[in-house]
């Protein structure tokens, strides 16, 4: 078994255990983060939005509702058969399509939608000519001045996680976060799935540059989560409305801060083509 390969097996038996819609519950500050800020960037309904890597459908089937004309790409076929019985629950507005498919080699027409969602792609291709090559995909099925929103994951969130849970008391844990530190490339031998899967960890001014090597015009290159995702008691803070809205007016003060941005676990690039 090739390298590739493996931990490409790594990542799917990661998310095989640890579901999408587990980790992104309604009340996860980075999906409500996430949605402030396509709601901000996206072009309005009826747009066509590609969704690449879209997983379950988190984002790709409430946009649907919301009247966009959504397609969802996603490599594990098991995400891509469970967005297409979501679909099925919204016969209104279901998906306009699921497939399996790779970041790398969209199997669509080029310049045929308005916005493409690369909301985990560039975590897991850990080769920086294979994110530029993602990046440069979603610019070729982008109709001209259409949008890419891009996320990624900062170098420092396992350093950030490990004070916060505790996990830096462990060993082996603190070696991961060495290795993370040093060249972004996050491993995780151990297969503790509260430790990760192979994946890159981008330096905030890292981003910018695949954005434009790819041939997108950098828009904005935001914090999704800011610092505030590091409150114990997140969670009951945002279900609190007046306490969600000072958490969200505090992380916009701060959202395109460059000396604040990679303490943000996530970061999203918005892009033009």
């Known amino acids: 078994m ?11 038996a990661h998310y095989a255990e640890v579901p999408e819609r587990q980790r992104l519950g309604p009340l996860s500050l980075e999906r409500v983060r996430t949605w402030e800020l396509l709601g901000r960037h ?17 984002y790709a089937l409430p946009l649907a509702a ?23 629950q919204q016969p209104e507005t279901p998906l306009a399509g699921a497939t399996v498919g790779d970041a790398r080699h969209l199997d669509r027409p080029d310049a045929s939608v308005d916005a493409v ?15 530029v ?41 603190e070696a991961i976060v060495e290795h993370d530190l040093r060249d972004g490339q996050h491993r995780n031998p151990t297969g ?4 990760f ?18 041939g997108l015009s950098l828009q904005a290159l935001l914090a999704i989560e800011g610092p505030a995702w590091m409150l114990p008691d997140i969670q009951q803070r945002l279900a609190d409305p007046a306490g969600r809205e000072r958490i969200l007016r505090a992380i916009r003060r701060v959202e395109t801060e460059p000396s604040l941005l990679g303490a943000s676990s996530h970061l999203l690039a918005v892009g033009r083509r």
Do not use: C, K, N
């Not at 996206?42 to 988190?58: N, Q, R, S």
């Not at 690369?118 to 994110?131: E, N, S």
């Not at 350093?159 to 082996?172: E, F, H, S, V, W």
């Not at 503790?192 to 430790?195: F, L, S, T, V």
């Open 2 to 12: 090739g390298d590739h390969e493996r931990l490409d097996r790594e990542i799917a």
């Open 42 to 58: 996206l072009p309005p309904p009826p747009a066509v939005v590609l969704d690449v890597g879209g997983a379950a459908g988190i």
């Open 66 to 88: 919301r009247g966009y004309e959504v397609h969802l790409v996603d490599p594990m076929a098991v995400h891509v058969g469970e967005a297409l019985r979501a679909s099925g």
């Open 117 to 131: 969602l690369l909301q985990g792609p560039l975590y897991h291709l850990t080769d920086r000519a294979d994110r």
């Open 133 to 173: 090559r993602a990046l440069g995909e979603a610019r070729r099925v982008l109709r001209p001045d259409g949008v890419v929103a891009a996320a990624a994951i900062s170098r420092f969130a396992s350093t950030m996680d490990g004070l916060l849970r505790g996990y830096l008391d462990d060993p082996a844990f």
């Open 192 to 195: 503790r799935p509260e430790w």
């Open 197 to 214: 899967t192979t994946a890159y960890f981008h330096l905030p001014e890292e981003l910018p540059g695949e954005v434009a090597e790819a």
